[in-house]
């Protein structure tokens, strides 16, 4: 029943900037932690950044943090994920991912369909 529905992904250049949006379908997104994670070929599954419930907790990779920015609007059942200062190194197929509790256990249970983040040298 829950949907999750991802844009924003494309090409950039080094430097430059993307913002990720996920939208829950079916469920109101208030109550559930969310994730974002990546991944590119040949390497594991990275977790980007997360956001509880409310908002008032969260955390970044070491990779990423300075640089991007997690934010949630419950009212639009809608997670962000601002990027700044892309590196080629954060090409990746993005995820988000979603569930109740999720944070405390690292089970996800809801999950988009990713959108392709490139950054060109």
């Known amino acids: 029943q829950v949907q999750l529905v991802e844009s924003g992904g494309g090409l950039v250049q080094t430097g430059g900037s993307l913002r990720l949006s996920c939208v829950q379908i079916?469920?109101?997104?208030?109550?559930?932690?969310v994730a974002w994670f990546r991944q590119a070929p040949g390497k594991e599954r990275e977790r980007v950044s997360t956001i509880n419930w409310d908002g008032g907790r969260t955390t970044y990779a070491e990779s990423v943090k300075g640089r991007f920015t997690i934010s949630r609007d419950n009212a639009k059942n809608t997670v962000y994920l601002q990027m700044d200062n892309l590196e080629p190194v954060d090409t990746a197929v993005y995820y988000c991912a979603t569930g109740i509790g999720s944070l405390l256990v690292d089970r996800w249970a809801h999950w988009g369909q990713g959108t392709q983040v490139t950054v060109s040298s």
């Open positions: 079916g469920r109101a997104l208030s109550s559930f932690d």
